[in-house]
């Protein structure tokens, strides 16, 4: 951890305790100590603000509003993520730069045709940056590695950089899936972390600063009455959807099991009714495949056979499984997708293709989201969850040795 990150954590860390607010067990998110306590760090220097429409405090009040008009921080630009600062824009869809409407500020775009980094110039118009968006928990979710970009721009550049944590959708346990590749390098996973990374946003910093040499000038504002394990529901926070195909917390717990089934192009994941909680295929019986599944007892889930039809996607499946998530704390998402797709090469080896349509293209798609090469042909080879699982796990120890040097909350 850097000298930076750890002073002002503690510092932080302990005025949060001192500063509970009583009665009141909600978490308070980075933002709101930030807020509250600390906004004499950026006194007097110009502000850059990475955001999108999930920055807001527990009154849904933007962030980008709440610095704008506070007279202790001079906001000077604004900084889009993939899907832009409103979040109304389509996966992969170039973001566009401008000014903001709401307060006329200039917007520079992370996603558009230069790539994902701030530029220098950019960064010259700014003294100080700061990052706040609600992540989902999952490793091929873009805005981690925007803040990764940010990071590393803002090294290079002499710029400090401020973390507002917020909590991890499924309560920053849950450590599953398999590191990423170094040959599968991509936006969906830009250093090899697993695809549920069981840390906060602000963690992760903290770890990717010092483990992969990015050595910004961090400082993370933690939350207050956050615990580890804790749910979307108990932390009395509002959920806004991050993108729109994440609407609700359910969307975003199941997003890491089917996000890579999709990429196949003959599995319906419910795009359009139930994000990411649907399993469907012309060929599938949903009655079958549920019962089949729910005999692993995976944990944290349960399987449901549904009537399903999304005329929408030109889809002709009427059953498919639901996914049920119970404990989104126990949840393992990436072993749960491994098995469904064990369960679909073991009973329906005839019908399920890694590529639908033929497109050899698709094989390397599959794998940039899994982070991973051997987990596609290990299925082939007929392997069990459990047998793909434990060939990763050894790497997975490995990491989560060290993810616990940067852990924030017990």
């Known amino acids: ?60 009040v933007s962030t980008v509003n709440l610095f704008y008009r506070n007279p202790n921080i001079k906001l000077v630009a604004l900084f889009a993520p993939e899907h832009g600062i409103r979040g109304n824009l389509k996966a992969g869809e170039n973001v566009p730069g401008g000014r903001d409407p709401g307060t006329g500020l200039p917007v520079h775009t992370l996603y558009g045709a230069n790539g994902h980094r701030p530029t220098k110039k950019a960064l010259s118009q700014i003294d100080i940056m700061v990052f706040d968006i609600q992540d989902v928990g999952s490793r091929t979710y873009t805005y981690i590695w925007h803040l990764a970009e940010c990071m590393s721009a803002c090294a290079e550049n002499g710029k400090p950089i401020i973390v507002l944590d917020r909590p991890n959708p499924y309560g920053a346990c849950t450590v599953d899936g398999p590191l990423v590749d170094p040959e599968l390098k991509s936006f969906i996973g830009l250093y090899p972390i697993p695809r549920a990374y069981g840390m906060t946003v602000g963690e992760l910093a903290l770890y990717l600063n010092t483990e992969e040499k990015i050595r910004a000038k961090l400082y993370v504002v933690p939350m207050m009455n956050y615990r580890r394990g804790t749910t979307w529901t ?74 399903y039809r999304n005329a929408g996607k030109g889809m002709a499946s009427d059953y498919a499984v639901r996914i049920v998530v119970t404990n989104p704390a126990i949840y393992r998402p990436a072993t749960t997708e491994i098995a469904i797709l064990c369960m679909f090469k073991k009973y329906y080896p005839g019908y399920f ?28 080879a007929g392997w069990s969850y459990t047998q793909v699982v434990q060939g990763y796990q050894k790497k997975l120890d490995a990491f989560m040795l060290k993810r616990s040097k940067y852990l924030i909350y017990k």
């Open 234 to 307: 108990q932390t009395g926070l509002p959920w806004v959807p991050p993108s729109p195909n994440i609407p609700t917390p359910e969307s975003a717990y199941s997003y890491a099991s089917t996000g890579t089934l999709g990429e196949t192009g003959g599995i319906n994941i419910g795009i359009g009714t139930l994000p990411f909680q649907i399993v469907a295929a012309p060929w599938l019986n949903g009655t079958f495949a549920a019962k089949a599944l729910n005999s692993l007892r995976l944990p944290g889930v349960t399987f449901q056979a549904i009537k």
């Open 1 to 60: 951890m850097s000298r930076h990150s750890s002073i002002l954590k503690t510092a932080i860390c302990a005025i949060c305790a001192s500063v509970c607010l009583q009665g009141n067990a909600r978490v308070y998110t980075g933002l709101e100590v930030f807020l509250a306590k600390y906004t004499s760090i950026v006194q007097g220097k110009r502000v850059g603000l990475v955001t999108n429409q999930t920055g807001v405090n527990a009154d849904r």
């Open 353 to 380: 293709s890694w590529a639908a349509d033929g497109k050899k293209e698709r094989l390397l798609k599959f794998d940039k989201a899994m982070g991973s090469t051997s987990i596609r042909k290990q299925i082939d």
